[in-house]
């Protein structure tokens, strides 16, 4: 793709297209904003590819990142318009801190490694996976969760890096098995 060959762009669309697709989804709630998401960030992909640098990541995370980024300032855009306009602004994961609140007619389908960290998320504890879901998919800052569910800073702090390291090991103990 740096080098500009269009190809190699439809070939890590056709590979990870789902996956972003899933992500900004969760993270927005609303299939029009996921696909532009979609679009977002597979054009800033392109437009930046020359900044990719395999030493530091995958390119599935950092096409993941990307999207990520785009769905946090979309949902952070409708917040600020909802506050302007003075309306009870959209749907967003803050509304349900379980993390499973798609309209079932929506919900989309999951890809394996999708799966297997839905999986993941649902084995931690339930303050650990909503301060990682409010941290990540929401976009919340430490002191944000912290005012937000009336913990310590500390507390957040403390439950989201637990709830890294058990995702990292839970994920990597996972891969290792399908590899056997």
């Known amino acids: ?67 990520r980024t785009r769905a946090l300032d979309r949902l952070r855009a409708r917040r600020r318009r909802a506050e302007r306009t003075s309306q009870a602004g959209a749907s967003t994961l803050l509304d349900s801190l379980d993390g499973n609140s798609y309209p079932a007619a929506q919900q989309p389908e999951l890809t394996e490694p999708d799966r297997r960290l839905s999986e993941a998320l649902g084995t931690l504890p339930l303050e650990q996976r909503q301060a990682l879901e409010l941290a990540f998919f929401a976009g919340l800052s430490h002191g944000e969760i912290a005012d937000r569910t009336k913990q310590p800073l500390g507390t957040i702090k403390t439950r989201i890096r637990l709830a890294m390291e058990k995702l990292r090991e839970r994920l990597s103990a996972r891969a290792s098995r399908s590899r056997d």
């Open 1 to 67: 793709m740096a080098d500009g060959d269009e190809s190699a762009l439809a070939q890590l669309y056709d590979r990870l297209s789902h996956r972003v697709h899933t992500l900004a989804y969760w993270i927005l709630k609303d299939a029009d904003d996921a696909e532009d998401v979609v679009e977002e960030t597979f054009w800033q992909a392109w437009r930046n590819a020359g900044e990719f640098n395999r030493n530091r990541a995958a390119a599935s995370t950092w096409i993941l990142m990307i999207a």
